[in-house]
């Protein structure tokens, strides 16, 4: 008896960390993210610099810079590691590393759209 239930907690913890269960970065196309953001609780941000941002931004998209998106999020203090955060950029390459810092700092739900132009037109 004492070597199933061993065997159980065995099978137990491996699935746990099978790479399935584990968070990851999922890139998505202009359709799904207007589908993720039907979730009210759902974020849009743009992490391009506040210039560029001012210049012109997806709607209801909020602007904090790629290489100060956790520490921002953080002050926040509410924003739940299950929240849906879909990230953009101009060409892909800063909501990639955006993407990327909020999965290391325990963010569940990451979705890139990369670059703005993917919404546009």
Same mark, same amino acid.
């Given at each position: ?17 099978? !790479?399935?269960?584990? /968070?990851?970065?999922? &890139? +998505?196309?202009?359709? @799904? =993210?207007?589908?993720?953001? !039907?979730?009210?609780? /759902?974020?849009?941000? &743009? +992490?391009?610099?506040? @210039? =560029? ?7 209801? /998209? ?60």
């Amino acid at each position: 008896m004492k070597k199933i239930v061993l065997f159980l907690v065995i099978l137990l913890v491996l699935c746990g960390c099978s !790479k399935e269960n584990m /968070a990851k970065v999922e &890139d +998505v196309t202009c359709n @799904e =993210e207007k589908e993720i953001l !039907k979730d009210s609780t /759902a974020m849009l941000i &743009d +992490v391009r610099s506040k @210039e =560029e941002f001012d210049e012109g931004h997806l709607k209801n /998209a909020i602007n904090i810079a790629y290489d100060q998106i956790v520490s921002v999020l953080d002050t926040y203090g509410t924003i739940d590691f299950n929240t849906p955060i879909v990230v953009y950029c101009k060409s892909g390459a800063r909501s990639s590393a955006a993407a990327e810092a909020l999965l290391k700092a325990g963010y569940k739900k990451i979705y890139n759209l990369g670059a703005m132009s993917n919404c546009e037109g």
